[in-house]
């Protein structure tokens, strides 16, 4: 035990771990003495990521100094990009659920709509996923902009907000903003005005829209203004709902310097698909076109349906928002014969004069 006020000196062998690390992309992990995973982080630069915990102690909160306390080893795995190595984390950290690693236990970074399994199903926002029977949608990056949306719909098909269920109709009812399947009554057209939403949900909103738009010109031909606008409020909220609010399950290449040349990463379905590394000249380019067509030409994921894949593309959805300094994120369908051309043009611009393709 060190003296009271001076902090314990880092073991020998993990010191010169440290010092062995590379100064590209990937992800560390530190272990106890009997090897036991403490905690896993991504880096841009691995060797100066991790010596950073080394450091004096000001700045660092309590965790990371009883972290330092007790790891005796790193190791680390690179990837060729700060996608791949953000990714990799995640997909490590959920699978081992290292004792450090807050985040790796919640699915606390977006938000989701859960439509539970009762009778008369309730409509919540939650921020967790779980195994109860319900159906989960999303996850959607503004949970203020779902609550919105929501409850403008929620105005339109009048699902339950009483929890648990009245023996009667409660004030919800009274004020025109729930069917009440409390009752009898109410009951009949509940299961469709969930279903409605769940299609909604799904991306499946035409149809819907269509409905909406003659039933809000019909309330306004009649002079019926309220239900017209309230039908117009719902239409608002289908939108976001079904357009900029979800992530999306997008295509894209992705391009960035390497060491080596440049690294093509493949996103399919909103998840990293892979990635390979090319040299920076028209040999390169016709790598990276290959590459792209088995890519193409691989079935993708299908919809992500655990905690772990909607997470993963959340993740992904925020990193090609922002993709950071000599990043190129190409959207679109792997397939499309612009693909090629546009690659070939983010490729030019990405390397310096001599060594581009041409």
């Known amino acids: 035990m060190s003296p009271r006020g001076k902090r314990k000196r880092p073991p020998a062998q993990l010191e010169d771990q440290i010092a062995a690390l590379p100064s590209g992309p990937g992800i560390y ?31 660092h909160s309590r965790p990371t100094r009883k972290l330092r306390r007790i790891a005796h080893h790193v190791t680390h795995t690179e990837t060729g990009s700060e996608l791949e190595a953000l990714v990799l984390e995640a997909r490590t950290i959920s699978a081992a659920l290292p004792r450090f690693n807050i985040m790796g236990k919640t699915d606390r970074h977006f938000a989701y709509v859960r439509i539970t399994s009762d009778p008369w199903p309730m409509v919540q926002v939650v921020r ?9 949608f999303g996850p959607y990056l503004s949970e203020a902009a779902l609550h919105d949306a929501l409850a403008a719909l929620q105005r339109l098909l009048r699902w339950r907000l ?16 729930c069917m009440a399947p409390c009752i009898s009554a109410g009951q009949p057209a509940y299961p469709e005005a969930i279903a409605t939403l769940v299609r909604v949900l799904e991306g ?3 149809t819907v829209v269509t409905a909406l738009e003659e039933q809000m010109h019909g309330a306004a031909d009649r002079l019926q203004f309220e239900t017209a606008a309230r039908l117009r409020d719902g239409l608002s909220a289908l939108s976001r709902l079904s357009g900029w609010a979800r992530l999306a399950p997008v295509d894209a290449v992705v391009l960035s310097p390497h060491a ?16 390979e590394t ?11 076109h290959a590459f792209i067509g088995r ?16 997470r993963e593309m959340g993740l992904v959805a925020r990193y090609l928002g922002r993709p950071g300094k000599d990043v190129v994120v190409l959207r679109g369908r792997l397939e499309e014969n612009e693909m090629g051309r546009r690659v070939l043009e983010a490729m030019t611009r990405l390397v310096p004069t001599e060594g581009k393709p041409g």
């Open 295 to 310: 890519m193409a030409a691989t079935p993708p994921p299908g919809a992500a349906q655990t905690s772990a894949a909607i």
């Open 29 to 59: 992990s530190f272990r106890d003495a009997d090897g036991r995973l403490l905690y896993v982080g991504k880096a841009k630069d691995l060797r100066q990521r991790v010596r950073s915990y080394m450091g004096k102690d000001g700045g």
């Open 204 to 206: 499946d909103a035409a």
């Open 162 to 177: 009483c929890d648990p269920l009245g023996p009667a109709p409660c004030l919800h009812h009274e004020l025109g903003r």
């Open 278 to 288: 090319v040299p920076a000249s028209t040999e390169g380019w016709v790598e990276a």
């Open 260 to 275: 080596a040349g440049i690294r093509v990463v493949i996103v399919r379905m909103g998840r990293l698909a892979g990635g």
């Open 128 to 136: 967790r996923l779980v195994p109860d029977g319900s159906r989960y």
